[in-house]
């Protein structure tokens, strides 16, 4: 048997105690436990080394016993997950005792992932005789994280990360960027043109991070006034200022433990940078019309339209604020930068306002496919929305595809935007103006099965590509008598 018998023992009574059944049946529990089990004596020298840690680290008890665990050079992992940590040891760890995700050096000096779990041996007389320390390797529980991390990432190429579409180059970079920030408690500024989602990436930070569990919560910084700002941020007295007639609690304090997303953080006056500045470094609030500080422990996520560095260098934003809240930077694309993720984007509008205004929309014409992919969007993925809502509207109930004439004024009337014409649908060949109702039957069943053949058989993203909704390419797909098993 590995390991010397010399270890301490703790004193307790009945026959749950291990000292009652006896030496033998003492080292044989040590030596059947899956992970590895050693023992420190007072003086921080390792007096027992059982099989598993044999295994774990390739020293044997011979090469360890008597020496201190330095050939391990144990070190908490800086990229330890909670998730990882709770897999192994569901039960938190009491006084005296922790567990922690930690990396360990075997004997050909790879690092091996493992959970570390300690606990102090103390005498009758309150001296303490040693400690027991016990590893779990978790390299298989972090490949499996990371092949799920894999897999969301493979989702969201797809079209799809959570409430966010696009598989452009610029999405997946963000994609990729949430992932990274979701799951630690950094301070993240995100910077956008108004329109492009600043909010849903707020949402998909918080929804991955620690915090999810807890209050996400969102104040508009430019929306009101410096006094009514500070009371909504940090609270108020009843008295602080008229029509305060009760003692309130602000934003932050509602958040604690959670998220506090701060839009148009630019707005903020210098007075309330100040307190802000204090909130975030100090973890504290104080409320209107009060002087006692309370103690807050909120994640901020700030989000603005304009260049955040600039104003900070030009002295209109607090530059020490501006680190404080920009651990990492997050930009979101504009809608023009990523036009290919328009006709992903059409179809999620178009089975929303199916189910809001009880419709079977189907299609949109290649005309009007045209225009959207050629407009430039100042307004972004809320105007987009804005002008494919406005189809719904006009057009009439019977109709199972959106035509140009049904989009705003704007876009329908071929009008230039930004000194760049329409590119017209003739522009995009025979191929485009298939997809319409009109189209060949024959034209039609060779269109669908190569959208097929290019999405893998994905029906989602071929009717994408067919610049269908998937109740529309099912429809297409029987008129045309292509299984859809």
């Known amino acids: 048997m590995a390991g010397s018998q010399d270890y301490p023992t703790a004193p307790g009574p009945g026959p749950a105690n291990p000292a009652a059944l006896g030496e033998e049946f003492r080292a044989a529990m040590l030596e059947a436990v899956p992970c590895a089990v050693f023992v420190f004596n007072a003086a921080g020298r390792i007096v027992y080394w059982n099989r598993s840690a044999e295994e774990l680290t390739g020293y044997s008890a011979d090469e360890m016993l ?42 050909d000096g790879r690092a091996v992932p493992v959970v570390r779990r300690t606990r102090p041996v103390w005498d009758d007389s309150g001296e303490q005789l040693g400690v027991v320390v016990a590893l779990v390797d978790v390299t298989a529980i972090k490949r499996a994280r990371g092949e799920i991390r894999r897999l969301t990432r493979e989702v969201a190429r797809s079209g799809r990360f959570g409430e966010l579409i696009g598989s452009s180059e610029p999405m997946r970079r963000l994609y990729e960027a949430i992932e990274m920030v979701a799951d630690t408690d950094a301070g993240v500024v995100i910077e956008g043109e108004t329109g492009t989602g600043k909010e849903l990436v707020a949402r998909m930070i918080h929804s991955r991070g620690p915090r999810r569990d807890k209050p996400l919560l969102a104040v ?16 108020h007295v009843a008295g602080a200022f008229t029509g305060a007639a009760a003692d309130r609690a602000g934003r932050f304090e509602e958040a604690d433990g959670g998220t506090l997303l701060l839009d148009e953080v630019v707005e903020l006056s210098p007075a309330s940078q100040v307190k802000l500045l204090r909130a975030v470094q100090e973890g504290q609030i104080v409320r209107v019309g009060e002087s006692r500080p309370r103690n807050v422990d909120v994640r901020i996520i700030a989000a603005t ?4 560095l600039a104003m900070a260098r030009e002295g209109a934003f607090r530059e020490d604020l501006y680190y404080r809240l920009r651990v990492v ?22 089975e929303r306002f199916n189910r809001k205004y009880g419709r079977s929309v189907q299609s949109i014409s290649a005309e009007a496919m045209d225009l959207l992919v050629s407009h430039d969007w100042p307004g972004n993925v809320r105007q987009l929305e804005h002008a494919l809502e406005h189809a719904f509207v006009v057009t009439p109930g019977t109709e199972r595809t959106i035509v140009a004439p049904a989009l705003p004024p704007e876009l329908a009337d071929g009008a230039p935007v930004r000194g760049r014409p329409v590119v017209p649908a003739r522009a995009h060949g025979a191929r485009r103006r298939a997809r319409d109702r009109g189209a060949a039957p024959d034209e039609q069943r ?36 292509i299984g859809t098993k």
């Open 66 to 107: 008597g020496r201190t665990c330095e050939p391990l050079r144990i070190a908490e992992a800086p990229d330890g997950e909670r998730e990882v940590v709770e897999a192994v040891c569901a039960a938190g760890g009491g006084q005296g005792e922790h567990a922690v995700e930690c990396k360990v050096r075997d004997k």
């Open 220 to 235: 508009n910084c430019g929306a009101l006034a410096e006094t009514l700002l500070d009371a909504e941020l940090f609270g």
């Open 305 to 308: 339209h304009r260049d955040l």
């Open 329 to 350: 930077g997050l930009a979101v694309p504009a809608l023009r930068q990523r036009r290919e993720d328009i006709p992903d984007l059409v179809a999620h509008f178009i």
């Open 446 to 481: 060779r269109q669908v099965l190569e959208a097929l053949e290019l999405s893998g058989g994905n029906k989602a993203a071929a009717a994408r590509r067919l610049g269908l909704t998937r109740a529309g390419l099912y429809v297409r797909l029987r008129k045309l008598g």
